[in-house]
């Protein structure tokens, strides 16, 4: 398996404008997590998913964020209107009992 | 609330001296323990996990990890650390009936020759 792919791998975006952050998981784990790194507030859990279904949204900063997961194969994070707080690296990973496996990240900048 | 402290933000070691990055959990129950790495500009790599059983547990790259339950502690050990072990570590939690991961703030390992 190739492992978990996040694209894009760098986003410049300008205040305002919507940004959407892919991943596919691993074929077969159940659980896909969205994860948001930055200096100041290290690793956040924003939100996860169990078989496709959001199992815990506490995380997600505001309205601006939302995820889905339409099929066991695809993930999406989206932020609309993107500020340039949201500047960070997001990571998605996917986990089978519990062994989480991450992607190599989408580092976001938002001008 | 569960929480997950890595006391130290960075440490600096001598190469071929030993390591113990030291980790600490809040949570009412046992929960699944994790050791990752990440190297700059990467996702994070699986160290080793505690799930159950032998409080000692073995994983990649010469890792080990002791489970103290009366400590509430999971800390990381290398005898000898190589150059190339220079990274971040982050120590995970994974609570049961929900597999819901959080993470400490990390550790960023410096490795002196």
């Known amino acids: 398996d190739a492992g978990v792919i996040q694209s894009p791998r760098h986003e410049v975006t300008e205040m305002g404008q919507e940004v959407t952050l892919r991943c596919k998981p691993i074929s077969g784990h159940d659980y896909l997590f969205w994860y948001r790194q930055t200096m100041m507030r290290g690793l956040e859990l924003l939100i996860y998913f169990n078989n496709n279904v959001p199992i815990d949204d506490s995380g997600m900063p505001e309205d601006r964020f939302s995820a889905k997961m339409p099929n066991a194969s695809f993930s999406t994070l989206k932020i609309q209107p993107s500020e340039p707080r949201d500047s960070a690296v997001y990571f998605c990973a996917s986990s089978y009992q519990a062994e989480a496996f991450f992607g190599?990240?989408?580092r976001l900048t938002v001008v | 609330a569960q929480s997950v402290t890595?006391?130290?933000i960075h440490i600096t070691v001598?190469?071929?001296a030993s390591l113990e990055l030291r980790c600490n959990y809040s949570y009412g129950a046992t929960p699944y323990l994790f050791w990752y790495?990440?190297?700059?500009g990467q996702g994070l790599q699986l160290l080793l996990k505690y799930f159950s059983g032998d409080t000692l547990v073995q994983g990649i790259k010469g890792f080990e990890a002791e489970f103290?339950?009366?400590q509430s502690s999971f800390n990381l050990r290398k005898p000898s650390v190589?150059?190339?072990d220079a990274a971040e570590y982050f120590c995970a939690v994974?609570?049961?009936g929900g597999f819901k991961t959080i993470f400490g703030a990390g550790?960023?390992?410096f490795v002196k020759a």
């Open chain 2, 82 to 84: 190589h150059w190339s």
């Open chain 2, 6 to 8: 890595q006391p130290d």
């Open chain 2, 37 to 40: 790495v990440q190297s700059p």
């Open chain 2, 14 to 16: 001598s190469e071929g």
């Open chain 2, 68 to 70: 103290k339950r009366s």
């Open chain 2, 94 to 96: 994974a609570l049961t």
């Open chain 2, 107 to 109: 550790t960023r390992l």
């Open chain 1, 104 to 106: 190599q990240g989408t």
